[in-house]
């Protein structure tokens, strides 16, 4: 069965400082790789999407995201940080003709003024 | 915009009572799903629906029924409540291709 790891369960960075979540998958063909953001007491917001061509891929917020498939990673990362981004941070795994997405167990990031 | 609405934002309910959970959708998806969100577990999935009264269990249904009566709606139903399934409950509804799940703004729910 498909899983999806992140191994960093709380990451601290200074708000100006770069940032990079990490996300392992383990899957035998190139799923569907989302990345979503959930601010304290709310649901989750889709941060960006991966599903074929460039493996650089854009989101909101300026977060961006690499599809690296000999690593089975999609990385989150932001060249640098700011307060607002306090969050926890989930990453998701989908299967072509699944009806469902796997999640990650999250990963809470603070951020340090 | 795409719009995911639950019908509580909180909760606190008895042990042994049933427990409903609404929420509803305004994009005409047809696949739907409930999460529930315990710290370190991440989302684990309770069921899903992939049309109106069609069902499906997802990872962790014990203890939980669901109801799609309409396409817009979702229900989870918690039979009689337990203190362990005290959580936050999260709703989605998902497009058809590719596959992006919107959420609700959950429930947390506390029974007592």
């Known amino acids: 069965a498909q899983s999806v790891t992140q191994p960093d369960i709380h990451i601290t960075v200074s708000e100006g400082a770069s940032l990079e979540l990490r996300c392992n998958y383990s899957?035998?063909?190139?799923?569907?790789l989302f990345w979503y953001v959930q601010s304290p007491g709310q649901g989750l917001q889709l941060l960006l999407k991966y599903f074929s061509g460039d493996t650089l891929v854009q989101g909101i917020k300026g977060f961006e995201a690499e599809f690296k498939r000999s690593q089975s990673s999609f990385n989150l990362r932001k060249p640098s940080v700011h307060w607002s981004d306090a969050a926890e941070y989930f990453c998701?795994?989908?299967?072509?003709?699944?009806?469902?997405?796997?999640f990650g167990q999250g990963t809470r990031l603070t951020i340090n003024p | 915009d795409v719009k995911v609405t639950q019908s509580s934002r909180y909760l606190v309910k008895r042990t042994g009572e049933k427990v409903f959970l609404e929420c509803v959708q305004d994009?005409?998806?047809?696949?739907m799903f409930w999460y529930r969100q315990d710290p370190g577990l991440g989302l684990r999935l309770i069921y899903f629906s992939y049309d109106v009264k069609m069902k499906e269990k997802g990872d962790i249904p014990e203890g939980y029924s669901v109801s799609r009566e309409k396409k817009e709606r979702f229900s989870l139903i918690l039979e009689s409540a337990s203190t362990n399934q005290t959580s936050m409950y999260l709703c989605?509804?998902?497009?058809?291709?590719?596959?992006?799940?919107?959420f609700g703004p959950g429930t947390r729910l506390t029974v007592t």
């Open positions: 989605a509804s998902r497009t058809e291709t590719p596959y992006e799940q919107y």
């Open positions: 994009m005409d998806h047809e696949n």
């Open positions: 899957y035998g063909a190139t799923p569907y």
């Open positions: 998701a795994v989908g299967i072509q003709g699944a009806q469902k997405l796997v």
